[in-house]
């Protein structure tokens, strides 16, 4: 960094900050993440509430909208936040609030809205200007003793008010109601659980605080979700989740067969996965439908009123309903996967993942703090409780004196300070007494409250005192708030279930519902793809676009899969119904799948069951691949050959039982096919050996009828003396006879 004469003293040079500009935005943009960490995106995992929702619920409080109050405006609730403890927009507020009150979002809602507050749809809420909210029974158990000293607070962002750090919270939030968020560098997603099954697991670490991931889970199966549904994930899945803090849960639409009459039937959705809008899923359904993505589905339409009732006709009556619902589970959002994230912030603002037992750990950690400190926040109230009453009994005792004292001394309070050994408060106390409380009933009721508090003191000095006796006092709070929000409860009933997915081969009762016809595959030298209808007899015939010209054209049936080799070893699969008609010049290859176009096309060929290829790259290396390990319903394809850097170089039908291989250098080496091991996918092992250059090309055949190669007119040349090239895989070979091709390949390309 150059050096340079300093501003002036004075005027605005003094703001100058003379530093690396890599530094500097280093520092800043470590603090703004910080930032968006901490304040904005993970929850707290005492609590699970994320700082917008804190102040959200405590303004509502202060409001005094509790569950039996008249509710208020939203747009009032949200000027009080954003005024007093939130400034970061009215929209923000608002969105927070209202998902806070949607009962498809919340598993147990915290805001009991008035009004349109959105629905599964996806349809927005009315303005907070219509709307009105007020708190829910759940939202009281959260804040249940903040203004008992339990928990800390801190300024406000104008320091004019105070706001808590976190809320006492009387039952587990974080994993009850779930949340998402995205940082920077994390994230963090977390499904809602059931209130009661989270409490029952508490309970047992109470109990056992060395049990495991697996003992708790005998007690939390898994998530419920707010809108229902079936999950299908595996317990090992889901054990292996709760125990790292990372994984995914899959969920399914519930659903039901419905006797339409004559033998026919109509499949009735009344439980979709979480967090799928319904008119999303009905318009895919339709799309699906249209595109014919979906032969088993015929119509789908929506009948939902208050409930949801999505109807799904089948293709044909002779469908089975689970083969129809297996096929759209894979096509749709019918089914989707909940990523499970478990990124928190502990109890020291550290961001971090958690298992289940962590998390139920930090919450019960929590709440026996927030016991602790209501305590003593107690012990102090009945300490100068018992402390007047002292002073009041001894009023009583000597009450004549009090009353000469009062009624004759010119400073009757520093009188009874000297003459009973008061303090100023007990002596302020004894001076504003009434008249009326002079009676001996009142003596009576004082002494007994004096016995009752200090039954309590000691009570709550004892507990104070022993470990066992908080923990038990948790876990005695806990089972009141389960009774509550327990499975007996409307709110506390499970809602999601669990099931195993059925096995079901839904791709033979789709592929059973297709015609089987003949089809010629046309892909262009450009990589245009298209199918046209029987056999192309003469493929001279056929039209392309200007510029481009014939690449693969192969006979197939509307049945096969096409599996397509690339050259970079992966291999892809189309269903042949679906390609594009050959009316026109087809679509681009590269738009149906995830090909760049430095990725060139090795070769096409139907999928054939128990079929073989040999496989090999340019570099020299090849193995045996059985063609089922070569499909692949992902748009990427699947990673079958490690092609190395001069990429692949065929994919040949396995026959025979020899291989002759030639290479840049036109030299042919010819071995016997049991050299060549079989092989899922990798690299394979070495063919030919070479100085320099690669592989070109190969061919198999069997020994009884003799090699063999096709000229560039397309005339079969035999070749008696193939014998002489005979050797072991990865010989360097002889050149290759005369009259051999010069293209150096056994057929044209």
């Known amino acids: 960094m150059s050096k340079h004469t300093p501003p002036p003293a004075g005027g605005d040079g003094d703001r100058i900050i003379d530093e690396p500009l890599a530094e500097a935005l280093s520092r800043r943009y470590l603090a703004y993440a910080l930032s968006v960490i901490t304040d904005r995106a993970l929850p707290d995992v005492r609590d699970g509430l994320k700082p917008v929702q804190r102040r959200v619920l405590y303004a509502m409080r202060e409001m005094r909208l509790n569950p039996e109050a008249a509710a208020r405006k939203c747009a009032k609730v949200v000027g009080e936040v954003m005024g007093t403890y939130h400034p970061h927009g009215d929209q923000a507020i608002y969105d927070t609030l209202v998902r806070m009150a949607q009962d498809f979002a919340q598993r147990y ?29 759940a939202a009281t158990l959260l804040l249940d003793g903040i203004d008992e000293d339990a928990v800390d607070f801190k300024p406000t962002y104008d320091s004019q008010d105070d706001e808590p750090v976190v809320l006492p919270t009387g039952f587990p939030n974080l994993l009850a109601n779930g949340t998402t968020g995205i940082a920077v560098g994390m994230a963090t997603s977390i499904p809602p659980h059931n209130a009661a099954e989270l409490i029952d697991a508490c309970g047992l670490l109470l109990e056992n605080p060395d049990a495991t991931v697996a003992d708790l889970m005998a007690h939390v199966k898994g998530p419920d979700f707010p809108t229902g549904g079936v999950i299908v994930e595996p317990g090992a899945s889901l054990l292996e989740t709760y125990e790292t803090g990372r994984g995914g849960v899959r969920l399914r639409a519930r659903w039901d067969k419905e006797e339409t009459g004559r033998g026919t039937y109509q499949i009735v959705v009344t439980e979709i996965p979480y967090q799928v809008k319904k008119a999303d899923l009905v318009e895919q359904l339709a799309e699906l439908i249209e595109n014919k993505k979906a032969p088993l589905l015929g119509d789908v339409r929506d009948e939902s009123a208050e409930d949801i009732r999505l109807v799904l006709e089948p293709k044909s009556r002779n469908v089975e309903p689970e083969v129809l619902m297996e096929s759209l589970f894979k096509l749709s959002d019918l089914e989707n996967r909940f990523s499970v994230n478990l990124n928190v912030l502990d109890a020291r603002g550290t961001p971090g993942v958690m298992n289940l037992k962590q998390a139920l750990q930090a919450f019960l950690d929590h709440r026996r703090e927030v016991l602790v400190r209501r305590a003593r926040h107690r012990l102090a109230k009945i300490e100068a409780r018992l402390h007047i009453l002292d002073g009041l009994l001894i009023a009583y005792l000597n009450l004549d004196e009090v009353i000469r004292i009062v009624r004759y001394e010119e400073e009757p309070k520093a009188k009874l300070i000297e003459a009973f050994a008061l303090t100023e408060i007990q002596a302020e106390a004894i001076l504003n007494t009434r008249l009326r409380q002079l009676a001996r009933l009142e003596e009576m009721e004082l002494r007994r409250e004096h016995a009752e508090l200090s039954e309590e003191r000691d009570g709550l000095l004892k507990m104070l005192g022993s470990d066992k006796a908080q923990w038990k006092l948790v876990g005695v709070g806990l089972r009141d708030v389960r009774a509550l929000l327990g499975p007996d409860t409307v709110i506390g009933k499970r809602r999601s279930t669990f099931a ?35 056999r192309v007899e003469d493929p001279s015939e056929l039209k392309y676009k200007e510029g481009d010209k014939q690449g693969f054209v192969v006979p197939a049936e509307t049945t096969d899969k096409l599996l397509i080799f690339a050259s970079d070893g992966r291999f892809f699969a189309l269903p042949c119904d679906k390609l594009p008609s050959a009316r026109g010049h087809g679509e681009p290859l590269r738009l149906m799948l995830d090909l760049d176009d430095k990725t060139g096309i090795v070769d096409i060929f139907p999928y054939k069951p128990g079929a073989k290829r040999f496989v090999a790259s340019k570099e020299g290396y090849g193995f045996i691949l059985p063609e089922e390990e070569a499909l692949s319903t992902r748009k990427a394809g699947k990673q079958v050959l490690n092609a190395g850097a001069k990429g692949a170089a065929f994919a040949l039908p396995i026959v025979g039982d020899h291989v002759a291989v030639v290479g840049d250098n036109g030299k042919i080496l010819i071995f016997t096919l049991e050299e060549l091991p079989e092989m899922p996918r990798g690299k394979g092992v070495k063919l030919q050996s070479y100085r320099e250059g690669g592989l070109r090309d190969a061919t198999l055949f069997k020994a009884e009828d003799g090699a063999a190669w096709i000229d560039s007119a397309g005339r079969t040349r035999v070749w008696p003396e193939w014998r002489e090239w005979l050797g072991k895989r990865a010989g360097a070979g002889r050149l290759a006879p005369k009259g051999f091709p010069a293209t150096k390949r056994f057929r044209p390309k």
Request: charged share 25%; hydrophobic share 45%.
């Open 109 to 137: 809602m915290l805001v009991d809205g008035q009004g349109n507050f959105g629905n599964i749809d996806g349809d927005n809420p009315a303005a907070m200007r219509y709307t009105e909210a007020k708190l829910t029974q």
């Open 500 to 534: 195993d997915a059925p096995t079901v081969d839904a791709d033979a009762a789709i592929e059973a519902m297709i015609v089987r016809e003949p089809i010629t595959v046309i892909l262009s030298d450009r990589g245009w793809i298209r199918a046209a209808k029987g």
